[in-house]
């Protein structure tokens, strides 16, 4: 059940530095939203504020609310590892386990959370690995090591991975950086079919890429380095792309800055 | 034409670009080698030099300096110093290996005189000191009960002492636990045998046995665990941990299912390094686990024996029957080391992550 973020008035610190300031946003379910902007602006950050995993990094610390539908992530009671598996992340690099084979990497959410029926778990690994498009490349070697795979198939084994638990909402950190042009395609193609299920956030260095899989985007800035990054503006993204409202935001895509 | 460039005769040297030299052949570094210690020994010989160091040093010397002259002569003072560079590297891997090599060699020829079925199963029981036979079952028996106690008891607290230091520490109780680690490793081993023996025996008032000298020595095998633990998590890549803890796995989960297993193989190698090291430790023993010519096979009650208090009993007893013994115990001792190390060795490579396709 893809379900809508409404975030308010949220600053991310890390010990005493102000990461991000006073960000308000809504992001739709069932679609995508893309994070852009330049280095250091907060993007990945605000991205972890959002499953609280933020709050994992040694002085990490949160202010404001984000409400899941009608549930603040940042409640009192609020079990962080209740948030994450309804919230689910892609990292910048794969990070396949490297003790585990293909099948066990995908099955190991549910079993380590132990909350699944064993009979159930040949298909939920199925049906993960095709979600993510990597059953045909895998099934005759789910026993072996995640590790043994390509740069791309080793990021669509992590989104298998991801999606395995079911999560309502799947964050992604810059998924293709580390990957060549064919396996991010791949990727692009799998994010427009993920959004049919899930709320997809992700953030991007390519612009193109935020053009291409985005229904929304949202434009991160900072004042100046050392300063809190700030969000600048979030529209659809073809607005964002040919008329944008705010001057840096025109600035910051047609390459004048960044 | 290749041909005719391969026909041409070898004396018309090739024409050199600026990028090629000339260079020594491939088994220079071997034949100045043998020359040079071939020199040595006869300098040595013809001088009458009765120790066998001088003749060992001359070769050294001669074979850095021959490599250097020739080198220099043939290709230039750049390579020569890599050359010399090179040569010293081997000269130190030589003095390094040549005492551990001939210490193989002598507990082994002398080891094993006595060392047969018999010696491996039977007690000093009834056996003089000055008389051959005998053997040192009871030693090997009370040193893998001593052993076996000291890393039940170090291993599980070296272990989540570790865990407690990498995954939650941070704040100043890590530090001081961190302080004391290190203090600890400084430990001498006679120190630790007498804090049990104050505790122990002389305020509690037990008895010498075997549990009491594991004691000790799990006190001196707990920061050696700690350390090597503690580095081998800290290898664990913090993306591994963070993958799990997205995907809504608890955090002791996360380290006993995710970072434990990826750093299985080095925390084992780094338990029995420590095993190996306390295996040898003769200070602790001699003073709580007392020991006896009998086979004792409890270890929480009465005096047991150990391999290396065997060893120094039968040495310092000093007669030509005790002395074959006390060799044949060594080489068990190094034995038991060995087989332990490779034991970790096969552990460490069958745990480790695999990579392969
Ligand atoms: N682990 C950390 N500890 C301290 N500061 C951090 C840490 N991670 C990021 N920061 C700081 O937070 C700011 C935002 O970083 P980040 O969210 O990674 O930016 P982006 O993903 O947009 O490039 C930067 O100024 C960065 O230096
Ligand atoms: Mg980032």
Redesign the pocket.
């Known amino acids: 059940m893809a379900k809508r973020i409404d975030v308010s008035g949220l600053s991310a610190y890390?010990g005493a530095?102000k990461?991000i300031d006073d960000i308000s946003m809504t992001v739709e379910p069932r679609s995508v939203t893309a994070f852009i902007?330049p280095?250091?602006?907060?993007?990945?950050?605000f991205l972890r504020t959002l499953n609280r995993m933020h709050e994992v990094?040694p002085g990490g610390r949160v202010e404001g609310k984000v409400m899941l539908d009608d549930e603040n992530l940042y409640g009192t009671n609020v079990d962080p590892v209740a948030v994450r598996r309804t919230v689910g992340m892609v990292f910048q690099r794969p990070n396949p386990f490297p003790t585990m084979s293909i099948f066990d990497n995908v099955a190991a959410g549910l079993r380590l959370n132990g909350n699944y029926k064993k009979s159930q778990l040949n298909d939920i690994v199925e049906k993960s690995l095709k979600g993510a498009n990597l059953w045909n490349e895998v099934k005759d070697r789910l026993n072996k090591p995640g590790s043994g795979l390509s740069g791309g198939q080793q990021q669509r084994l992590c989104i298998a991975r991801a999606i395995a638990v079911e999560p309502d909402v799947l964050l992604m950190d810059e998924p293709c950086s580390a990957l060549d042009p064919i396996s991010t395609l791949a990727i692009e193609d799998l994010i427009g079919e993920l959004k049919e299920r899930f709320t997809i956030v992700i953030?991007t260095h390519n612009m193109q890429q935020a053009a291409r899989v985005s229904d929304r985007t949202a434009f991160?800035n900072l004042a100046a380095v050392g300063q809190p990054?700030k969000l600048i503006e979030l529209d659809d993204t073809e607005r964002i792309f040919s008329n944008p409202s705010v001057q840096a935001t025109e600035d910051y895509i047609s390459g004048r800055f960044g | 034409m290749s041909h005719a460039i391969q026909d041409r005769p070898l004396s018309v040297a090739p024409r050199r670009g600026t990028l090629s030299h000339a260079r020594l052949p491939r088994w220079t570094p071997a034949a100045v080698a043998a020359g040079s210690v071939l020199a040595g020994v006869g300098t040595g010989l013809a001088a009458g030099w009765h120790s066998k160091v001088q003749w060992g040093l001359i070769s050294a010397l001669l074979f850095v300096l021959v490599t250097y002259a020739l080198t220099t002569k043939v290709e230039g003072s750049r390579q020569a110093k890599d050359r010399v560079a090179t040569s010293l590297v081997w000269v130190c891997f030589v003095l390094a290996v040549v005492p551990l090599l001939s210490l193989a060699w002598v507990t082994v020829s002398k080891g094993l005189a006595v060392l047969d079925g018999y010696f491996l199963t039977h007690s000093m029981n009834g056996v003089l000191d000055a008389e051959a036979g005998g053997g040192i079952y009871h030693a090997l028996l009370g040193t893998v009960e001593q052993v076996g106690i000291a890393t039940l008891i170090a291993a599980p607290i070296g272990l989540l002492t570790a865990v407690y230091l990498v995954e939650y520490g941070g704040g100043k109780l890590a530090q001081a636990v961190t302080f004391f680690v290190d203090v600890m490793t400084g430990i001498p081993s006679i120190v630790a045998g007498l804090f049990v023996l104050t505790t122990w025996n002389l305020t509690l008032g037990f008895g010498p046995s075997g549990f009491a000298g594991a004691m000790a020595l799990a006190i001196l095998m707990m920061p050696v665990v700690v350390r090597s633990t503690e580095e081998m998590l800290k290898l664990v890549p913090n993306e591994l941990r963070e993958a799990s803890l997205a995907l809504g796995i608890p955090k002791w989960r996360t380290i006993l299912k995710v970072v434990l297993p990826t750093a299985i193989g080095g925390i084992t190698t780094g338990v029995m390094l420590a095993v190996a090291r306390i295996t040898g430790e003769t200070a602790p023993v001699l003073l709580l686990v007392f020991g006896t010519k009998l086979i004792n096979p409890n270890p929480f009650e009465g005096a047991q024996s150990s391999l290396p208090l065997y060893v120094y009993e039968q040495y310092a007893v000093g007669t030509d029957a005790a002395v074959a013994r006390a060799w044949a115990a060594a080489l068990v001792l190094i034995a038991f080391v060995m087989i332990l190390n490779l034991v970790a060795r096969g552990i460490a490579r069958w745990k480790a992550p695999k990579t392969g396709r």
Request: hydrophobic share 20%.
């Open positions: 890390y530095h990461a902007g280095s250091g602006c907060g993007k990945s950050t990094t953030v991160f990054g």
